[in-house]
């Protein structure tokens, strides 16, 4: 691979490892262990395995390799590691740097599994977790102190898609030396600089844009190669949550065309965005990429100017207005994933978001009428008619 390459190239042909039957695809090494030539080689892989030298899946399997390669070059990061669900990576990255007694500082809107290990795990073991709002950066700067050992945010927050500035967080944490683990799901590898801006390990579900097309759970833990090798690494292969190799391979697929099918999303989200401004069943439009959104200029500075695939629409009438919605609707489905080709609604208060007390949905503005929209491949203006139609009734 070349240095000079621009993503879309790394997407397509990045980490590549062909077998000696010159595939064009890449294979799928769908084998759980790999054979050793005699018991010294055995003896000798389990001292220092080298470079592409295999031992056990759940330690490493070449079509996982690949994977990890190409979404490590897309990223720009030094190294990867892959695991079995967006969850796993989360909570690998974060278990397998902390001890007992170390404090960490976290945005509180979080994806409701990201607030449960924060919150009900890393604290069971002793670990310190402080919550702060995290577009405010006073907030950060009064929480961030020497001590702080990680900082953890969702760049784009779910289902508010609230900004977190990931530069001036970054700077706050390194000045105490603390590492910055930023979920980087809502931006998308395609609107990301994430590691150029001061992260030092991003975090994806490869779930959700990677894959695309509603098949595997998978994730990936991105950052140096001393802290995916030395630190992630070791965790993750004794604990168990490596990615399958089959799951590599949808997700190498998907790498392939994840450029151009984020860009036709995150198109149809704006026009979306556009059509909705102002309609009169709506008491708010969220879309990050629209000027109307609160922290527009850090969007443009952070994302290129582009809000990503999912929007969220605050119905005036409540919750039996979204519910009126979601049912009216013909084209997009009632499910919870995103970044699908499929446009998805789900209403956060009674499914995703459902276990938090009324209080805290109240902080995170998780009103009975806020429906969140990951916007699909379908043609824009189908899904702008229907979403119309749908409101129509709603009203
Ligand atoms: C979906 C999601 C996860 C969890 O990913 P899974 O692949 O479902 O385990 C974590 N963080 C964010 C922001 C997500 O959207």
Redesign the pocket.
Known sequence: MSDDWHPRTRAVHGGVRRSQYGEVSEAIFLTQGFVYDSAEAAAQRFEAAGEDEFIYARYGNPTVAMFEDRIAALEGAEDGFATA??????SGALMSMLKAGDRVVSARA??G??LYVLEDILTRYGVQVEFVDGTDLDQWRAAISPGTRAVFF?SIS?PTLEVVDITAVSELAHAVGATVLV?N??ATPVYSDAFAQGADVV?Y????HMDGQGRT???VILGTQEFIRKTVEPYMKHTGGSMSPFTAWVLLKGLETLDLRVRAQAGSARALADALQGHAALARVLYPGHPSHAQHALVQAQMGGSGGTVLSLDLSGGQTAAFKFLNALTIPVISN??GDAKSILTHPATTTHQRLPQDQKDALGITPGLVRMSVGLEDAGDLIEDVMQALEKAQ
């Open positions: 669900s967006g969850m796993a990576a989360v979080l994806f599994s990201c969702e779910n979920d799901v809502f975090i579900s490869a779930t959700k759970l998978g994730g994933n995103l």
